[in-house]
């Protein structure tokens, strides 16, 4: 073990006591002294030469070493004033005629109790709580006829001011090796808490990118490494990511981070531990993604009801593929399996085929793996694919093929649950279902005045086969309730939304391609982000602008 060699600071408050330091430094063992003097303020510039010397200890007297605790984080050890002190003080105040008193704080004046008690001297004792109490204290004695006062620095100094005898009670060589010795101790604990801080931060290095511990209110009360120092998820807000969900994301100055919640107990106080961890760098169209809440899946037609319940049968199940057509809501499925596969444990990372090609590690806490654009691999790719999605298979990890009603490629990445989204223009009952949601939901998030479908607007968008699906549908219904003035939507707010001859759909123009330049960009910008199921980091991606432009142009 190596040995400990302590940089300390005597700060004496009256000359005669550097003799004494100096006198006693032979017997100070593993330990640097460098001697100043100092009374009170005059001890502070001596503070500040300290700490930018590197000193680990302060070690001062009385009214000195309570100033320098308040102005330092540096550990400051008071030098106490020893029954052999007192004794010395009261000896040589024998030979003083008159009346005579001790004045000090406790620390003074206890130890002199037991002197003057044990001898039975005559000599009053006068106990002050602060400094500012002892020039009244020494008038009044004064005038009762005191004639001789001892204490420390500042009693002496006001008694010699009014005009009294004083006798400084000086700290002797056993009370400055005992100060040294209750230096060392606590330089000890110190150095201990310091090296067992210096693991507790090697090991959260190894676990984490940065760390931070929660009081039972959800406040800070240490950090270590890159934390967010910023934005919701930094400072009060480290709050709301204590909760029973064990990983989520977070946006921060660092990128995305996953923070993992864990319980913290210490020294009887519970808490929370928040690990901050930088994700794993994917190809640039990943995502990951956290699901606390089962997404919004309208199934109140006979295939989605289905299809739902051979979910439920077959949730066991690791290999799934989704066959759909663009818009029918593929990624809020995986998602869903994702969800009642794992609940609020872990990630799902969403990424295009093509680049899951790439040879990269996952992050531990991924679960499911959803694959995308798998229509534009070759067979050799899809056959390299294969053995990917098997390592993953081998890992427990959820597998999820998302592609067209054509592919066909899926048979080679084994036996896979293999569901069949159905087009919206085959589930009816479900068109009036996912229209009242977005209403709902727009009336809600924008304060749009529809609250409800009329019979002839819900006729108009029963009998439109929406080859769009259900992007289609909820951007149309976005621009009917923007374009409503009442309560209730009716055909006249779909009018120019919807043809009316969808066999002959192509002379028709494309709903989103009407309106101002402005309304056109607007309403390409709501598509791409809807299927991106609102997240605007990967839209801004995709439009090619990054999200403060994307965030502007969704104002305006």
């Not at 400051?76 to 105040?93: M, P």
């Not at 531990?273 to 993604?289: D, G, I, T």
């Not at 998030?445 to 289609?472: F, H, K, M, Q, T």
């Not at 299927?531 to 991606?541: H, P």
């Amino acid at each position: 073990m190596r040995k400990m060699n302590i940089k300390s600071y005597w700060i004496a408050p009256y000359p005669a006591m550097k003799s004494v330091i100096h006198g006693s430094i032979a017997r100070m063992q593993g330990m640097t002294v460098e001697i100043r003097e100092g009374n009170l303020g005059a001890a502070l510039p001596v503070l500040k030469e300290a700490e930018a010397a590197g000193a680990d200890v302060i070690v001062s007297r009385g009214g000195t070493a309570k100033l320098l605790k308040s102005r330092t984080s540096l550990p400051v050890i008071d030098i106490h004033i020893s029954g052999y002190d007192v004794l010395r003080a009261v000896t040589v105040a024998e030979g003083y005629p008159g009346r005579k008193a001790i004045v000090g704080f406790s620390g003074i004046t206890a130890g002199a109790r037991v002197i003057v008690d044990l001898l039975g001297l005559k000599i009053e004792l006068h106990t002050v709580e602060d400094e500012s109490e002892v020039t009244g204290i020494i008038g009044r004695l004064k005038e009762q006829g005191i004639r001789l006062v001892m204490g420390d620095v500042v009693t002496v100094n006001s008694a010699t001011g009014m005009g009294l005898e004083s006798i400084l009670i000086q700290s002797g060589a056993e009370s400055i090796l005992d100060a040294y010795e209750r230096a060392k101790d606590i330089q000890r604990l110190l150095s201990g808490a310091k090296r067992e801080l210096a693991m507790f931060r090697s090991a959260m290095a190894h676990q984490a990118d940065g760390a931070v511990i929660l009081n039972e209110a959800g406040e800070p009360v240490w950090s270590g490494g890159q934390v967010p120092v910023s934005g919701p998820s930094a400072g009060a807000g480290y709050g709301s990511l204590a909760s029973s969900v064990s990983v989520r994301l977070a946006e921060t100055e660092y990128g995305t981070m996953k923070v993992t919640s864990k319980p913290f107990h210490s020294e009887g106080e519970d808490g929370t531990l928040l690990l901050f961890e930088k994700l794993r760098e994917h190809p640039s169209q990943a995502e990951y993604q956290t699901v606390h809440h089962p997404p919004v899946i309208i199934a109140e037609s006979d295939a989605m009801q289905k299809l739902m319940g051979e979910i439920e049968e077959r949730i066991g199940k690791r290999l799934w593929v989704i066959l759909g057509e663009r818009g029918t809501g593929r990624s809020a499925l995986a998602a869903h399996i994702h969800y009642r596969k794992h609940q609020d444990e872990g990630l799902m990372l969403t990424v295009p085929a093509e680049e899951a090609l790439i040879q990269s590690p996952l992050d531990r806490d991924i679960r499911t793996v959803c694959l995308t654009r798998l229509d534009i691999l070759t067979a050799d790719q899809h056959a390299g694919l294969a053995e990917r999605v098997d390592e993953w298979l081998e890992k427990g990890l959820t597998v999820i093929l998302a592609a067209e009603p054509e592919f066909r490629f899926y048979q080679a990445y084994g036996e896979a649950v293999c569901l069949n989204l159905p087009p919206l223009r085959e589930r009816s009952e479900d068109i009036r279902a996912l229209a009242a949601w977005c209403v709902a939901r727009f009336h809600q998030d924008e304060g749009s005045p529809v609250v409800r479908i009329g019979e002839d607007a819900e006729e108009r968008l029963s009998s439109y086969p929406w080859p769009g699906n259900g992007i289609e549908l909820t951007q149309v219904i976005r621009k009917a309730v923007r374009n409503s003035e009442g309560a209730v939507m009716s055909s006249a707010d779909l009018e120019c939304l919807i043809p009316r001859e969808p066999e002959f759909e192509n002379s028709h123009p494309d709903p989103l391609l009407t309106g101002t330049l402005e309304e056109i960009e607007r309403t390409i910008i709501e598509r791409i982000l809807e299927e991106e199921q609102g997240n605007q980091t990967k839209t801004a991606k995709r439009l090619g602008i990054n999200r403060t432009t994307l965030w502007r142009k969704l104002r305006l």
